[in-house]
């Protein structure tokens, strides 16, 4: 049974939202959409990877897409967790393409093409880092010792895979998609007792959609950006240009003459993405550069957003992502 459905990553949607916010000539802007381009290609690998999934465990099993946890400073992204009442299995997905190098002996992972090579963050560290903070997780909310494990999949056809030092017992969770059931089907094999009741199973369930966060500050800390970098006011549907000014009870774009109704939904989305997960009114007029707290309150209250609080302390929330 699916209990997270996959939807585009919270990390692509707060790269796009910081390309719209940053200026033009700003020096992280290639860094940026540089990581864009390729988690977008990572999250077409890893949507064409759920039918096999799906059809694999979705019998007993619920199936996790794209969770995201903080820890303090640090961040955890999970592209699936699938658990059974005997184990829990992360299924990490790569669509990278050319040779593959898993330096093991290294903690090292880089790709080459030709005679150039590229290092990236190490999967089998990635994933043990997950791993880890899913037993503890379930440690600290006092649940039985379920098995963690995990498989690694590459699901770009062209990629090579090549080990450094690999030990085998990390080697046979490292597979190609056309190899992913037999895998799979090995690491179902080595659990057959069952852990957690069904009752455990849905307490479980709860607390992870209940961890599930967007990892705001984590890409802002990544690339060294501080929130007074980004630039403020409303997009442009039309161009991206801004900021877009009331006119006629509409936005209006000085750059390009055209008018929106709704132009303030994308805002407030890159506001809860960069800034905070609740805004008050006094931080929409701020950040929409508009004076009117009548204005302000209406077009609030147009979007369907959590009120919390009244009055002057009233703040507005998201019921989802995007809005």
């Given amino acids: 049974m699916i209990m997270k459905k996959r939807t585009k990553p919270l990390k692509i949607l707060i790269l796009s939202a910081l390309l719209r916010r940053l200026p033009k000539n700003h020096v992280k802007r290639a860094l940026i959409a540089s990581e864009l381009s390729r988690r977008e290609a990572g999250y077409q690998g890893e949507e064409s990877l759920d039918i096999e999934i799906v059809r694999l465990f979705d019998k007993n099993n619920m199936i996790f897409h794209d969770l995201n946890f903080n820890e303090g400073d640090t961040s955890y992204q999970i592209d699936n967790l699938v658990i059974s009442p005997a184990r829990a299995l992360i299924i990490e997905v790569k669509n990278m393409t050319n040779q593959l190098i898993f330096d093991t002996e290294n903690d090292q992972f880089y790709l080459k093409n030709g005679d150039t090579l590229k290092g990236y963050t190490d999967p089998v560290s990635q994933v ?44 046979k969770r490292i597979c190609k998609s056309h190899s992913f059931n037999k895998r799979a089907q090995q690491i179902e094999e080595l659990y ?132």
């Fill in 192 to 323: 057959t007792d069952e852990i957690l009741t069904s009752k455990e199973l849905r307490k479980l369930s709860r607390l992870l959609l209940k961890k599930n966060t967007p990892p705001t500050n984590y890409i802002l800390k990544k690339f060294e950006i501080k929130k007074s970098e980004l630039l403020t006011g409303v997009c442009c549907p039309s161009g991206d240009h801004l900021p877009m000014t009331r006119k006629k009870r509409k936005w209006y774009c000085p750059t390009c003459h055209t008018y929106s109704t709704d132009a303030h939904i994308e805002l407030l989305q890159d506001y809860f993405l960069l800034f905070d997960t609740k805004i008050t009114n006094k931080q929409f007029r701020s950040f929409a550069q508009i004076d009117s707290i009548d204005v302000s309150k209406r077009l609030l209250l147009s979007i369907n957003l959590n009120r919390l609080g009244k009055n002057k302390t009233r703040a507005y929330a998201p019921n989802s992502i995007p809005l």
């Fill in 128 to 171: 043990q880092r997950h791993q880890a903070y899913i037993k503890k997780l379930l440690a600290e909310n006092n649940f039985p010792p379920l098995p963690v494990d995990y498989l690694i999949v590459v699901n770009n056809p062209n990629a090579i895979l090549v080990f450094k030092g690999t030990p085998h017992e990390i080697r």
